[in-house]
T-cell receptor, first 118, second 114 residues
Framework: DAGVIQSPRHEVTEMGQEVTLRCKPI?????LFWYRQTMMRGLELLIY????????DSGMPEDRFSAKMPNASFSTLKIQPSEPRDSAVYFC????????????????FGSGTRLTVV | DAKTTQPPSMDCAEGRAANLPCNHS???????VYWYRQIHSQGPQYIIH???NNETNEMASLIITEDRKSSTLILPHATLRDTAVYYC???????????????FGRGTQLTVWP
């Protein structure tokens, strides 16, 4: 299993540009999470999906951020327009949640995308 | 949401047991305790989780007190590669279901020295 795959690993962009981060979750996982990590704020949950449906996006900082999950094997996090304060490492994670049993197995994180907005 | 409290840093000699404490005094009955770690510049890695019983796997042991207000993660024989930030997290229930999101605090920076 290749794990959770994120791309790109590094992104440097100019302020005002659109940035798209990509994530491929582990096959068979039905929950997907986007996190952001900075020195100041630590790891913050931005949004999470269950069965491709956004469940809670209360962590999305503002309207410049949007996330989609068109199918079970792909998700994107888009920032438009980007600002220097968006510079951070963005992690995607996936997990398997069994509705019937209520069991929720450990989350698997990707390696992250380091975004720098200049 | 249940909060957790961890010491900001600890150190441990290589080969010795590392015992990382966590307080979660407001934990509710259906909330699990999860432990993750993050090695520098990598994504967080799942270690172990439990509800009320002690748990053990190939990585670590989790000891949860009877009142569930605190827990301890034990790395029985710490190695240099165990140097990382360790996060203790209480999983939050959402809308009565057990699907929950994980909130990470600041964790404990564990440094294992030779």
């Amino acid at each position: 299993d290749a794990g959770v795959i994120q791309s790109p690993r590094h992104e440097v962009t100019e302020m005002g540009q659109e940035v798209t981060l990509r994530c491929k979750p582990i096959s068979g996982h039905n929950s997907l999470f986007w996190y952001r990590q900075t020195m100041m704020r630590g790891l913050e949950l931005l949004i999470y999906f269950n069965n491709n449906v956004p469940i809670d996006d209360s962590g999305m900082p503002e309207d410049r951020f949007s996330a989609k999950m068109p199918n079970a094997s792909f998700s994107t996090l888009k920032i438009q327009p980007s600002e220097p304060r968006d510079s951070a490492v963005y992690f995607c994670a996936s997990s398997l949640y069994e509705i019937r049993s209520g069991a929720n197995y450990g989350y698997t994180f990707g390696s992250g995308t380091r975004l720098t907005v200049v | 949401d249940a909060k957790t409290t961890q010491p900001p840093s600890m150190d441990c000699a290589e080969g010795r047991a590392a015992n990382l404490p966590c307080n979660h005094s407001t934990i509710s009955g259906n909330e699990y305790v999860y432990w993750y770690r993050q090695i520098h510049s990598q994504g967080p890695q799942y270690i172990i989780h439990g509800l009320k019983n002690n748990e053990t796997n190939e990585m670590a042991s989790l000891i949860i007190t009877e009142d569930r207000k605190s827990s301890t993660l034990i790395l029985p024989h710490a190695t240099l590669r165990d140097t990382a930030v360790y996060y203790c997290i209480v999983r939050v229930a959402w809308r009565g279901s057990t699907l929950g999101r994980l909130y990470f605090g600041r964790g404990t920076q564990l440094t294992v020295w030779p």
